[in-house]
């Protein structure tokens, strides 16, 4: 006599009326208790019994599929049990196949979602030569001479000295005739000056220091000429400077926002391409799910016909 097979009911250890929340949580706490307890098992067997609990849970947690389950336990308690059995049986299959293809659909969901980025200091050291004491030689000591000899040496020195008097009486007369030769060149030098500065200028004067006063005076006015001239020319350098500085400022910034135009032109023309094909993807992924959709509920109306059409056989036998 064949054993009677588990309901699903029964493999997820819950009644027939239990809830989707309540399902979850059975098929969560088996699924856990199954894997602390993988080293008790053999792998087919462990492989074998996720299956099964994938089966149950995969058939009880679909509406439909679980209707049309609840709908054949409650015409298996009417029939023979080994009609019941091979029920049984024959709907593993098909469960088995609903849930593959729902897993299979899961992974191409997924599929698709994931296709959707820094002076020197300087000391003066004066070199401060003191003065020394020039001493004379100490005279030597006196010699013995001869009446004589002290007359022809003063006969000597008497000459000697009549002659340096005179050669300071000839010195004093020379610097004076010099002195006066100097001060007559000298008002001479002072006529010219005067005489020259006159041609040049049209200016009399009477004195060279005049002369001096105003030539002193046109140095000042001409250094204070170059030094505007200097000014102006270091403004007007300074000024070219600023306006070469600007015009280059002004083609860089033209260069700049003509390199920033082209990268902004180039981005939306990128930003409008990945929209277009951000577009066809999003609308041939519509159109896969649309398929896909169809494909699942024109499967699901022919697995319900089947499932008519053999309660029909079943319940004319």
Not at 101 to 117: G, M, N, P, Q, T
Not at 275 to 300: F, I, L, V
């Amino acid at each position: 006599m064949a054993t009677q097979k588990k309901t699903f009911y029964e493999i997820l250890a819950l009644p027939p009326g239990a809830t989707h929340e309540e399902i979850q949580a059975g098929y969560d706490s088996l699924i856990l208790a199954l894997k602390s307890q993988q080293k008790l098992f053999k792998p087919e067997d462990y492989d074998s019994k996720l299956k099964m609990i994938n089966l149950a849970f995969n058939m009880l947690s679909i509406p439909a599929s679980r209707a049309a389950y609840d709908a054949e336990l409650a015409a298996s308690r009417t029939v023979r049990p080994e009609a019941a059995a091979s029920n049984a049986i024959a709907l593993r299959p098909d469960a088995e196949a609903m849930s593959l293809k729902a897993e299979a659909l899961a992974l191409r969901a997924e599929a698709i979602s994931l296709r959707v980025d820094a002076l020197s200091m300087k000391s003066d050291i004066g070199v401060f030569n003191s003065p020394g004491n020039c001493q004379g030689p100490a005279p030597s000591g006196a010699f013995g001479l001869t009446p004589s000899l002290k007359k022809i040496i003063m006969f000597l020195g008497f000459m000697l000295a009549g002659w340096m008097v005179l050669q300071v009486m000839s010195l004093l007369f020379f610097n004076r005739n010099a002195g006066m030769s100097s001060g007559a060149a000298a008002k001479a030098e002072e006529k010219a000056i005067i005489q020259e500065y006159y041609q040049t200028h049209g200016v009399r004067v009477k004195t060279r220091a005049e002369v001096e006063l105003l030539e002193a005076e046109e140095r000042r006015k001409e250094n204070e000429n170059r030094t505007v001239e200097r000014d102006a020319f270091k403004a007007e350098r300074d000024k070219q400077k600023a306006e070469e500085s600007a015009r280059r400022f002004e083609e860089e910034a033209r260069r700049r926002a003509d390199q920033v135009s082209a990268n902004l032109q180039y981005s939306e023309n990128k930003a409008r391409e990945q929209a277009d094909r951000d577009t066809r993807e999003e609308a041939q992924n519509k159109r896969y799910q649309d398929e896909e959709k169809r494909a699942s509920e024109q499967a699901e109306r022919n697995r319900i016909e089947r499932e008519k059409e053999r309660w029909r056989q079943t319940l004319s036998r």
